[in-house]
């Protein structure tokens, strides 16, 4: 073929690929809405835009001429970036668009229609479940959802475990082998760790119980947002139940957080968080915009960039030498007592807990490795839904030397596993190791960074990342961006580092 028509054949899937962005944009501009101004009784008429919309994006996708251009490429499963005499960037958009039409090809409409009503009842359930503590209700249909799962699994083919599939969706090109090499070094130091603080004196957190009135939090949240890069002419914050950020497009990307005036945490962490994720997607070069590569390359990758500004940059000494005197303006009365070290170290307290979304940055990962462990052992069918509450008080107790007193706080406490989301718990903790690899890179090259973040810089950083992550997009994979920044692959030791060091100072270890 010659490279001309390569070339008008591209321009045609490109053409195609924007038509499925716009949709899928307007798409999450109605979830969005929903999640934040939509009346309660707009629901039934939502959910029937939405479905219809999903349907059309489905058709798109799976439409016969894709199938036809991407052969004339060159492009299969071995070799999903087609032809290797095209431009890089030409690879890069083909190897997501065959990725994409694949994995919805090779799923029957029949199996996809059962699997999205088969959530959508089980989320209801589930919910009924963990408000009245009963697991029974929920099994049978964890069971079916199950069943969906592994023929998904088995349709869209996989490497070495089933659970390859269905991770795949969220950690693209990533196997559970991976998973189990880096999360064996995490689970091995992690677990030592949690008891080594647990045996220290205890820092008192008590200080951020106290009255924090939500306007002055709301004023502080928009100062640190804007501090960060935030810009808010191609975003903005409102307020919804769960903080998320969505992508409406190349100069739109929204963020939501949530406030509570009897704790200091939420908001901000929460905002600190989504901004993370927002600027991700605000730093993608423009010559991706409106194509499918405009958009985060992994869930991992995305949770890094949260979790670096969240935790590893707003929750550090440096962050709040600069913002402490603006805090302590703005909480007169619940401030009056404290000073920015004991502040600090409260917003820094680690303490296993029952529940994943209020654990610390350290326990964290203990979390997520019980699910994971849970998650595999049901796919490979060498544990029954039945068998698995009894499971997860095992596996809390021995990670995090704690037991739930019910399901409730236990096995019932996500909302994930309802949804059909088995294989997306780990890029949440994949995202503390990538944040961590990637923060020793930035400090070797940017040796003035927490100077510069002690005296409310953040310029440097952002910058750095925009040129080695966000430009990117979807153009490089996880493992690409990880080896082209840190010269390795994946290992969960910088991040160990980081939390010894961290927390060896907090809790005087050793
Ligand atoms: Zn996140």
Redesign the pocket.
């Known amino acids: 073929m010659s490279s001309q028509s390569f070339a008008a054949t591209i321009e045609k899937l490109k053409a195609a690929d924007r038509e499925i962005v716009l949709l899928s944009h307007s798409s999450a501009l109605l979830s969005w809405d929903q999640e934040t101004y939509m009346p309660r009784r707009a629901i039934d008429e939502r959910s029937a835009q939405l479905s219809l919309l999903q349907g059309l994006i489905h058709q798109r996708i799976t439409a016969e001429d894709n199938r036809r251009m991407l052969d004339r490429l060159g492009c299969s499963a071995d070799n999903p970036g087609g032809d290797a005499s095209l431009a890089d960037d030409d690879r890069a958009f083909l190897r997501q668009y065959q990725r994409r039409y694949q994995r919805a090809a090779r799923l029957p409409q029949e199996l996809v229609v059962k699997l999205a009503e088969s959530t959508s009842r089980s989320q209801a359930i589930w919910a009924e479940a963990r408000a009245a503590d009963d697991y029974a209700s929920f099994a049978p249909h964890l069971t079916t959802l199950l069943d969906l799962l592994l023929e998904v699994s088995d349709r869209i083919g996989y490497t070495e475990h089933p659970y390859d599939a269905l991770l795949d969706q969220y950690e693209p090109f990533m196997l559970t082998s991976e998973v189990d090499r880096v999360f064996a070094e995490l689970r091995a130091e992690l677990v030592p760790l949690v008891k080594a603080i647990g045996a220290a004196p205890q820092v008192d957190a008590a200080l951020l119980r106290r009255e924090y009135p939500v306007q002055q939090q709301a004023a502080f949240g928009a100062t640190v947002m804007q501090a960060l890069g935030y810009d808010l002419e191609r975003g903005r914050l409102d307020t919804s139940a769960h903080p998320f950020t969505t992508t409406l497009g190349a100069h739109d990307v929204r963020i939501t957080t949530r406030y509570d005036p009897h704790f200091f945490n939420g908001a901000i962490f929460g905002t600190i968080?989504?901004v993370g994720?927002a600027l991700y997607e605000l730093g993608i070069d423009e010559k991706y915009h409106g194509s499918l590569l405009a958009e985060g390359t992994s869930l991992g990758i995305?949770?890094s960039q949260?979790r670096m500004w969240e935790n590893m940059v707003g929750r550090s000494r440096h962050f709040w030498h600069h913002f402490y005197p603006q805090l302590a303006r703005l909480f007169p009365a619940a401030l009056v007592d404290v000073n920015p070290e004991s502040f600090y170290r409260a917003i820094n307290r680690v303490e296993p807990s029952l529940i994943r979304v209020e654990a610390d940055e350290v326990t964290y990962g203990l979390h997520i490795v019980l699910r994971f462990e849970l998650e595999k052992a049901l796919l490979s069918r060498t544990m029954t839904v039945a068998e698995l509450p009894e499971a997860w008080r095992a596996g809390s107790r021995r990670l995090l030397g704690i037991e739930p007193r019910s399901d409730a706080e236990g096995v019932l406490q996500d909302i994930h596993w309802s949804m059909g989301g088995i294989g997306y718990f780990p890029t949440y903790a994949l995202g503390n190791l990538y944040a961590a690899q990637f923060m020793r890179a930035i400090e070797a090259e940017l040796p003035s960074l927490w100077d510069d973040v002690q005296r409310g810089e953040f310029a440097p950083l952002l910058n750095w990342l925009r040129v080695n992550v966000h430009a990117h997009g979807r153009a490089r994979t996880a493992q690409e961006l990880c080896s082209s920044i840190t010269g390795s692959e994946l290992s969960a030791a910088p991040f160990m580092d980081y939390l010894r060091a961290k927390y060896g100072d907090i809790y005087g270890l050793r």
């Open positions: 968080h989504e994720h995305h949770e949260s």
